[in-house]
């Protein structure tokens, strides 16, 4: 069975930083092209990011282009968001989810297999 557990997130002005990591276990993370997505209270959730299988593609929320940076750690089995420059709206729970499609990649919270349980991140003015 495979597993997603979220971590890093936390509370930070605006302006800072925080890294979220996203273990898998259960299977290899190679095996998934692994999205970021957010959700706002009282919001629909939303797509953030994306990194395909081989880590050699990735796709972007115009909301975060230029401040965030998704990476993956195949040999860690841990996919990264390293968010920047943060600002309150950046507020959300933020959750990591894998795809097993085999090539390209999808910014539809629809087209993933496997979510976790997602991790808090508080942006303060």
């Known amino acids: 069975q495979v597993q997603l557990v979220e971590s890093g997130g936390g509370l930070v002005q605006a302006g800072g930083s925080l890294r979220l990591s996203c273990a898998v276990s259960?299977?290899?993370?190679?095996?998934?092209?692994m999205g970021w997505f957010r959700q706002a209270l009282g919001k629909e959730r939303e797509f953030v990011t994306v990194?395909?299988?081989?880590?050699?593609?990735?796709a972007y929320a115009d909301s975060v282009k230029g401040r965030f940076t998704i990476s993956r750690d195949n040999d860690k089995n841990t996919v990264y968001l390293q968010m920047n420059s943060l600002k309150p709206e950046d507020t959300a729970v933020y959750f990591c989810?894998?795809?097993?499609?085999?090539?390209?990649?999808?910014?539809?919270?629809?087209?993933?297999?496997?979510w976790g349980q997602g991790t808090q991140v508080t942006v303060s003015s």
């Open positions: 989810a894998a795809d097993n499609r085999q090539t390209g990649y999808s910014r539809s919270y629809y087209s993933y297999d496997y």
């Open positions: 990194i395909t299988r081989s880590g050699g593609g990735t």
């Open positions: 259960g299977r290899t993370v190679s095996s998934y092209t």
